[in-house]
């Protein structure tokens, strides 16, 4: 997993509002111009499941229902970005993420 990956995934799980932002945008630029190279990576080194921690997190840390919303819409509209043949594989994190986590989630999330 790249250097660059891994601030990112940092930022996104910052407990920093604006640190979270600019980790998203970040990363929705970071996804269009370098995903295609994590084709290799993306199984071996679980590159997918800790960038989907990381969008766990910032998510996560949004409390507010209002940020939550927005948050949610500009992740969901990430997939939009990914290469086809990646898209199983992000999903697939996604849910897994997902499936690890449920337990945590509290109330407000």
Partial sequence: MSAELKVLIRGLAHNDRAQRDDAVQQLSKWIKSHFSDLKSDVREDGAMMKLW????????????????????????????????????IY?????ETLGVNWNSLDQYR
């Fill in 53 to 88: 921690k990381g969008l766990f997190y910032c998510f996560w840390m949004s409390d507010k229902q209002e940020l939550q919303m927005e948050l949610a819409s500009r992740l969901s509209g990430l997939v939009l970005t990914i290469p086809e043949e990646l898209v199983p």
């Fill in 91 to 95: 999903l697939s994190s996604f849910y």
